[in-house]
């Protein structure tokens, strides 16, 4: 017996058309494995003059989000709008009427997602968000159930496919930064705006989801350190390797012996040898270590409109055969999506977290350079650990590269501060993170 | 408000004991995470003398796995006993009663799931087995759930960690087969009876467990060719490596454009750039490709006790969340585990199926003998990609390697016994199949 289940669906971008178009494609085999069938009730969209590739049948069209909660037999709310606005007041007004929301709006929950989860918890109604975060790669449903028993240690995950791919095509083909750049233009794997992508934000924003699936808690965003890579070379890209390095924007999630949560996204050399350098092109990558199950990663499609549909559907499915106990009297053990828990509870600030580093300036090439950069390093009690200075020099100028041991971000900062007053130092220092 | 569920536990062997310590040991995080509080309330043991390394509380000890049953208070039964037998009975005796099944056995399930979800199906009452295949690796809830929308192309599995141990030792050192046997051995790795992790035949039990979540249907292990690691030499290593390939024990799940379902376990030559090549030792990987969500990557530590008890733990709180659903008169929306559907429902003769291959022999270091063999090869219609005669010999012997293009595995068998009747043949051919 086949089950229905109305579904209004907020958005008709790439991923709003992907889920409408794969409803339709897979709706036999969907029925078949799940037993659910999924009608769409209505579409809302912004704005019903816009082109569209995707054709949107007449009939379907709403054109307020208000329009999907007016419809008595829509049981699920698809949110794909993006924004932080209306789709807040969407997902609230679904909650609020006990529908269940699905949404891939990772800005939305990195921002708001305490505000969602105690209206869901408020209204026994669950929020699913796999889509959030990396696309087709199933690791909401993973942590949040499968890893359910575990204490987790880290998390290290290449979130964003665009700026992978950008510094991926850095690393094999020796681009610079704007040809890589140019080429995933090229490639249509840049958003019209592509700041979020570039400035690292949209895998701060997994990042914070992630962070509060492991530890029971919101970070606010603006209590994290977010680097974007910009400022990546192929100077750099070529340094580290040389130190058996690749440079990946990498998101990392780490809850320090003292319990205290640290997250932090940012350009980072990781070893050539550790899995997730061999990570590239626009894939996502997620390497968890919980106390029990080991070292584990989760590797797919971050984007796309087929991935994220497939994760809109895993949830609608999942929405479905909750839909009845979520009704029912024994509404209580009906997961809402989100466990607040207390075992943690705290972020470190980001001065205080403790990284290697590396880091380069353009210096001139004259005696003394080195030594006065050492001595303002050896009074802050930062120790070098490696330490390049390559014979290419232009107009009397050079690099210097330093690889450098475990100190607080706050510290380096500090040196750094003074290191730039020096009257032989020719550029803003690159510092990268660098992870074992 | 925290709700108790009351599990019988069937074994205390390496997984039993290790799922009764991490209940216990995190039962706090797992109460916060979940609601959820799990009270063993019986393990059921076959030999009370037996001496073991986890203290059992004696008040919780039961000679015979039908005491579990006898229980009023336990709705979930924890079959981690293993064998085929009692263990099916004390299956089908819970479903009979009502109570939720976890299980990690994949012999079982490989040989006897289709009674097993025939039983779920009457009852209405799921069976979860995440701790089946791949130890902590979230597998069976991905493609159950997460890719529930997707028409599995195929699923590459690296599904058995103590092969791959000897394999990554072999490939990674240069040792022979007996020596990376023995080292595994050291380092208790290896089953007191090593028979089913060698033969290939524990990796095939998993692959058919998959081959099912993905197709929707129960493949005989009769009818599927399986081999296993004994034959791999140092020198196949070598030879692969020179053609840029590793070997790996790898289970292929395909399912071919004509809609028939191929699935085998044997040494595969994989290249050395795939990602799965570089999982090496005791970890396990599989790749799965979806219409929708393209390639996807899962990797982690494929048994021990920990991770397997992970996964248990993570079908418990599903149970748990399925529980009042299960009671309900809404019943028949709570999924069972597992879903017969009729997309497809044929799986092609072993020596049908279509690979390329890899083939050794040791052969009299004399003229003709290559034309010999490469015209058994032409009168069969195979064709040959690549030939190494190394400069090596011993005894006025040499090997002979070829890469061979893709054709039926059948067709190869005939013409190899052809090939075995030449005088010059001096060995039983060396044949693995090659993935590109």
Known sequence: MIRSLGVGLAGFGTVGAGVFESLQKQQKLIEERSGFSFQVRGIAIRDPQKQRKQFLPPSLLRR???????????????????????????????????????????????????????????????????????????????????FVSNHIESIHGILNGTTNYILS?????????????????????????????????????????????????WVSPQDIRVEGIEKVSAADILFAKNFGYTIKLLARIRASSDGIIEIGVSPTLIPMKSILAS??????????????????LFYGRGAGARPTASSVIGDLVTAAQNFHLHLSSERTSCPIGFSSH???????????????????????????????????????????SSLVQPES????????????????????????????????????????????
């Open 342 to 384: 207390t075992l943690y509870g705290k972020s470190r600030l980001a001065e205080e977290i403790i990284s290697s580093y590396y880091l380069r300036f353009t210096v001139e090439d004259q005696p003394g350079v080195l030594s006065m950069i050492t001595t303002i390093f050896g009074q802050y009690g930062i120790s070098i």
């Open 279 to 296: 990570v590239s092109g626009v894939f996502n990558a997620i390497a968890i270590k919980g106390d029990l199950v080991g070292e584990s």
């Open 64 to 146: 307020s989000w208000r329009d999907l909660l007016r419809d008595p037999h829509t049981q699920i709310v698809v949110e794909l709008m993006g924004g932080t606005t209306d789709a807040f007041e969407l997902i609230k007004g679904a909650l609020q009427s006990r529908r269940i929301v699905v949404t891939g709006n990772k800005a939305l929950l990195a921002e708001r997602g305490e505000e969602i989860f105690a209206l869901a918890q408020e209204f026994r109604t669950p929020v699913f968000y796999e889509a959030a975060v990396a696309g087709g790669i199933p690791i909401i449903q993973s942590l949040r159930d499968s």
């Open 169 to 217: 095509c850095m690393q094999e083909e020796g681009m610079e930064y704007n040809q890589a750049l140019d080429q995933a233009k090229a490639l249509g794997y840049v958003e019209a705006d592509p700041t979020l992508d570039l400035s690292g934000w949209d895998a701060a924003h997994k990042a914070l989801i992630l962070a509060a699936l492991a530890y029971g808690f």
């Open 393 to 436: 020099r232009v107009d009397r100028k050079t690099s210097l590269v330093f690889m450098i041991h475990r100190a607080p971000y706050g510290l380096i900062q500090s040196a750094l501060e003074q290191v730039r007053t020096l009257s032989c130092v020719k550029s803003e220092p690159i510092l990268f993170n660098v992870e074992m």
